[in-house]
C-alpha cells in the first residue's frame, strides 16, 4: 500500500505565505506525475499545479506567479510553495501521485491521494 500526507496548512492573513508538503511512502517502486488539487467550501476539486518526474510543471492561472510546485525524488516527497496569498486561495488542499508499485509479480500503476490540508486566508 501507499500512502500520502499533507503538512502545512493553517491560517494566514491576505499576502502571506504558506508552505505544503506531501510525503509518499510505502511500496513505491517510482513516482511519476504529482499534483495538488484543493476544494473550497461549495465547489468543485480543481487542478491547482503538477509537476512531472523530470520537473516540468504547470499551473491553473489562478495561482501562475504566486504559487511553486516542486518535488524531492529521493525523499518521495512533493511540494508547493504558496505567496501572496488571498481570501479566495482558502481550501482544502489535497496531494495526488502516480505510483508504480509491485506487489508480488505484479505491477501496479495507479494515482492516489492524501486526506488534505486546510489553508484558510484570511482578509
Known amino acids: 500500500q501507499v500512502q500520502l500526507v499533507e503538512s502545512g496548512g493553517g491560517l494566514v492573513q491576505a499576502g502571506g505565505s504558506l508552505r505544503l508538503s506531501c510525503a509518499a511512502s510505502?511500496?513505491?517502486?517510482?513516482?511519476?506525475?504529482m499534483a495538488w488539487y484543493r476544494q473550497a467550501p461549495g465547489k468543485q476539486r480543481e487542478l491547482v499545479a503538477t509537476?512531472?518526474?523530470?520537473?516540468?510543471?504547470n499551473y491553473e492561472d489562478s495561482v501562475k506567479g504566486r504559487f511553486t510546485i516542486s518535488r524531492d525524488n529521493a525523499k518521495n516527497t512533493v511540494y508547493l510553495q504558496m505567496n501572496s496569498l488571498k481570501p479566495e486561495d482558502t481550501a482544502v488542499y489535497y496531494c495526488?501521485?502516480?505510483?508504480?508499485?509491485?506487489?508480488?509479480?505484479?505491477?501496479?500503476?495507479?494515482?492516489?491521494w492524501g486526506k488534505g490540508t486546510l489553508v484558510t486566508v484570511s482578509s
Open positions: 509537476i512531472s518526474s523530470g520537473g516540468t510543471t
Open positions: 510505502g511500496s513505491i517502486f517510482s513516482i511519476n506525475a
Open positions: 495526488n501521485a502516480d505510483v508504480l508499485s509491485i506487489r508480488g509479480s505484479d505491477w501496479l500503476d495507479r494515482a492516489y
